[in-house]
């Protein structure tokens, strides 16, 4: 029987670049959170190992399955554990590839805890986290996959309060925007580290909140993809939107809504206003 398990996109709530290391690695603040909508991967018994990659981005994915972040994960859990690498496993990818939400990342966090189950390996959640550090900076917050707060290169994870009843209407027009462009252009000052020590009760307190914070990367983004700059304009005009932003290095943008009712109405209509656009509702977590 195939593993399911699945690979949810990751948003920065807010995200601020607190400074940058002598290597080149900048220093980040951000409060991180999931949406009910990402990837699947799935994990079978088998002799030898393969990848199948299916859905509607798969096309966007390198042919080469031995770059897959998921092929990567596998073939880097066994060496740790001292077996040869044995699992057929799937990836259906329905997130757009280089948009600032940790799909690959996510899809690395999926295929390691999908596979601790079916090679039934003892690791605790920290030796997990160490071997996800080593797949990207990402991925150890994708296997906590929940509210979190990301420093250091986002490799400090440190679990946040639960986030009020909100959704989010994410959105993508179809631009792949890798991160190192981004950073590459970005200029300025440093910001200040911005966490706060309660969960507001309700969505509106959470965009309050989220509205005196910020996406530092956002200015570099629109730079080199300025399309992002007439998504954010229009996310933040939709009827019910308490606060649109940009996630992550982008070019993926979202609206936050109170109401899942109104959130799904809007995403309808930018559907239908932009159909190459890919367009999701989901409940974050």
């Not at 607190?18 to 951000?30: A, F, I, Q, V």
């Not at 982008?250 to 109401?259: I, N, P, V």
């Not at 109405?265 to 190459?276: K, T």
Request: one cysteine or more; glycine letters at 8%.
């Amino acid at each position: 029987m195939a593993r399911r398990w699945p690979a949810p996109a990751k948003l920065n709530l807010y995200l601020h670049v607190l400074g940058r290391r002598t290597d080149g690695y900048h220093l980040l603040d951000s409060l991180v959170a999931f949406a009910a909508v990402g990837d699947e991967v799935t994990a079978a018994p088998a002799e030898a190992l393969s990848l199948e990659v299916s859905g509607p981005q798969a096309a966007a994915l390198d042919a080469a399955r031995r770059d897959n972040l998921v092929w990567r994960a596998a073939e880097l859990l066994a060496a740790h554990a001292g077996l040869a690498p044995g699992a057929a496993l799937g990836l259906v990818k329905n997130l757009p590839v280089a948009a600032g939400i940790g799909g690959g990342s996510s899809d690395a966090a999926a295929a390691l805890k999908a596979l601790t189950a079916l090679w039934r390996l003892d690791l605790d959640a920290e030796a997990l986290a160490g071997l996800g550090a080593k797949l990207g900076a990402d991925v150890p917050v994708c296997l906590i996959a929940r509210a979190a707060w990301l420093g250091g290169i986002g490799d400090a994870v440190e679990p946040a309060p639960s986030l009020p009843d909100v959704t989010a209407v994410l959105v993508n027009p179809g631009i792949a925007l890798p991160t190192a462009a981004v950073f590459k252009v970005r200029s300025g000052a440093f910001s200040l580290a911005a966490r706060f020590a309660a969960m507001p009760a309700d969505a509106a307190g959470l965009a309050a909140l989220l509205a005196e914070r910020g996406n530092d990367l956002t200015a570099a983004a629109i730079a080199v993809v300025p399309a992002i700059g007439a998504l954010l304009d229009r996310l933040a005009k939709l009827d019910g939107a308490l606060l649109a932003r940009m996630s992550g290095s982008g070019a993926t943008c979202f609206a936050l809504f109170a109401e899942a009712d109104a959130a799904a109405a809007a995403a309808a209509a930018l559907r239908a206003e932009r159909p190459s656009w890919w367009v999701a509702a989901a409940r974050l977590f």
